[in-house]
């Protein structure tokens, strides 16, 4: 089993920045990839951005230029900055751990973007 805790998110200004967090705990070495997901009201869950464990990224091109996605191994987080932050990019922003055969997913954590 791994253990997803998301810290961060919170209300911001149109243009504004935000780094989000995820703890990682358990059997983290069953986790080949790690990634952050949003989902803002009415919509489908969707990709904002993986990170291997070599980390190679991968960005939804919504983000790309605007959000970095990084790991502290030693920590066992990853990190989401987001910087000039739209309204579109209010949503709830989950954590994403996968392996081989399972799927985990944090909490989420509420990101609001004010214009």
């Known amino acids: 089993q791994v253990q997803l805790v998301e810290s961060g998110g919170g209300l911001v200004q149109a243009g504004g920045s935000l780094r989000l967090s995820c703890a990682a705990s358990?059997?983290?070495?069953?986790?080949?990839?790690m990634g952050w997901y949003r989902q803002a009201p009415g919509k489908q869950r969707e990709l904002v951005a993986t990170?291997?464990?070599?980390?190679?990224?991968n960005y939804a091109d919504s983000v790309k230029g605007r959000f970095t996605i990084s790991r502290d191994n030693a920590k066992n987080t990853v990190y989401l900055e987001m910087n000039s932050l739209k309204p579109e990019d209010t949503a709830v922003y989950y954590c994403?751990?996968?392996?081989?055969?399972?799927?985990?997913w944090g909490q989420g954590t509420q990101v609001t973007v004010s214009s």
């Open positions: 990170i291997t464990r070599i980390s190679s990224t």
């Open positions: 358990g059997s983290i070495i069953s986790i080949n990839v």
């Open positions: 994403n751990g996968k392996g081989a055969i399972t799927n985990y």
